[in-house]
């Protein structure tokens, strides 16, 4: 497939013809695609297709049957640890500690991501994320979105050029959603990359969100860009 935002830029993530296997199971068959800076990619696909099996791969955390992922040209096995610190991922797990604050659960994933955001800098992303007045609680007291508000929070303290975000909408009101979209428009903005996956209709303001759907088996249908998700 084509690079998303077209050859004429330098490839940052090169996924070429990468297949995965589980048992006797193939869940992801021969999916290529790039992504250049500035591109935004959703992942869709009906449950069980290997979305998060893809975004997995992306991060480096599976072993590949064939094919091989490229990050500045280099295989990200080559890279290691060199290419997870410019990336940043969400999961569907948040990873928040409960008997812990939300600006404390941000500065122990700061330090285990080697960033070490300032103190300016936490309280902006607290703020931004609509989290300034409940930071003296522990996160156990929270709601399930404010707790996924602490953990998109993450984004705001990383410099990471790549952002995987798996169902980064899920259990985020109406606002919260709003301003995701946001701040995933400023990172691309800026000469960042995101890949997501979503059930959720996306707008946004500038540009298109490109797709990658994958059907049942695993294996990718056309690539289209759209304004909005189906």
């Known amino acids: 497939l084509p690079g998303l935002a077209g050859e004429r830029c330098r490839i940052m993530l090169q996924v070429r013809e990468i297949t995965k296997w589980f048992g006797d199971v193939k869940v992801l068959d021969r999916i290529s695609f790039n992504l250049n800076r500035g591109d935004r990619a959703g992942l869709i696909g009906p449950n069980g297709c290997g979305k998060t099996t893809l975004l997995r791969a992306l991060c480096g955390l599976l072993p590949l049957e064939t094919g091989v992922i490229r990050w500045r040209g280099e295989p990200i ?26 600006p404390e659960n941000l500065r122990v994933a700061a330090r285990l991501a080697a960033v070490r955001p300032t103190p300016a800098r936490l309280d902006a992303a607290l703020t931004r994320m609509g989290l300034a007045e409940l930071s003296a609680l522990p996160c156990r007291f929270l709601s399930q979105g404010q707790k996924k508000r602490v953990a998109l929070a993450r984004l705001l303290l990383s410099d990471a050029p790549l952002w995987i975000l798996d169902e980064p909408f ?10 995701l ?50």
């Open 77 to 102: 096995e080559r890279l290691a640890e060199d290419y997870r610190r410019e990336l940043s991922y969400f999961g569907h797990y948040d990873g928040i500690k409960g008997d812990l604050t939300a």
């Open 170 to 179: 899920s259990a985020l009101d109406v606002e919260a959603v709003a301003l």
């Open 181 to 230: 979209q946001e701040l995933i428009e400023t990172h691309v903005a800026g000469g960042g990359m995101a890949i997501l996956t979503t059930h959720q209709p996306i707008t946004l303001r500038a540009g298109a969100l490109h797709w990658l759907e994958l059907d049942p088996t695993g294996r990718p249908l056309p690539v289209t860009a759209r304004d909005t998700a189906q």
